[in-house]
């Protein structure tokens, strides 16, 4: 079996299958809303707020916050919600509110790039994803899109040979190690000015070839939809 699927002929039929099944994804939510009814219903309920653990870590880490419990609003809901004002030090302006698992691993992610001050452009957004009929993760408070750190932009100084330049490349590879989802400049348009950091269903950063896919794919998925 493994050699048929490692054979040219494998690949072909693999290829074919994704590629038929992808089809009929596409076809059905275009038709019908279903595939994005489907995941809008079953994403709350696949996240995990992180409990009472999760709120005496994040004070342990240095975080000013005050919990609010799991705010339901429609579609979106923020499981073990935490609204915070200052993370080990950093202020932030406006304040956020997040997921607690969410809002620890953007403290854990600021410590690793030793962040002293940082610009974001919020948190806890209800919507759907730009390219789709999905809810966003900032539909959940699992989110946060960050502007600037330690007065690196990420509009001007993104992709620079320079101190700033290099940094936010680090703090993005970073970013990586740390979160499910990472979406900055090298991805879309939409996100030339920021880099969008989650908690949700994903892997990190993808390989270039895979952004490639996924921008095709994405691209595709605009013109039929
Ligand atoms: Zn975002």
């Known amino acids: 079996m493994l050699r048929l699927i490692l054979s040219v002929k494998g690949i072909f039929i693999v290829s074919l299958f994704i590629l038929l099944f992808s089809g009929a994804v596409i076809v059905i939510e275009t038709q019908t ?3 994005s009814a489907l995941y809008n219903q079953s994403r709350p309920s696949l996240i995990s707020g992180g409990g009472e653990q999760c709120l005496k870590t994040l004070k342990a880490e240095g975080v000013d916050f005050v919990a609010r419990g799991t705010r339901p609003n429609g579609q979106c809901t923020i499981k073990n919600a935490v609204k915070i004002s200052s993370i080990n030090g950093i202020k932030l302006r406006p304040t956020i509110e997040m997921n607690c698992k969410s809002a620890l691993a953007t403290s854990k992610w600021l410590a690793d790039i030793n962040a002293k001050t940082i610009t974001h452009i919020g948190t806890f957004n209800c919507r759907t994803q730009r390219v789709s009929r999905m809810a966003s993760e900032h539909s959940f408070g699992t989110a946060i899109d960050i502007t600037s750190i330690n007065g690196a932009s990420v509009s001007e100084d993104w992709g620079e ?17 740390i979160f499910a989802n990472v979406v900055g400049p090298d991805d879309n348009k939409a996100h030339r000015d920021h880099f969008h950091l989650d908690t949700g269903i994903g892997v990190g950063c993808l390989p270039d070839w895979a952004k490639k896919i996924k921008k095709l794919a994405y691209r595709a998925l605009r013109e039929v939809i």
């Open 33 to 35: 809303s279903a595939i």
């Open 161 to 177: 040979d320079t101190h700033k330049g290099r940094y936010l490349e680090k703090a993005h590879s970073s970013a990586c190690q």
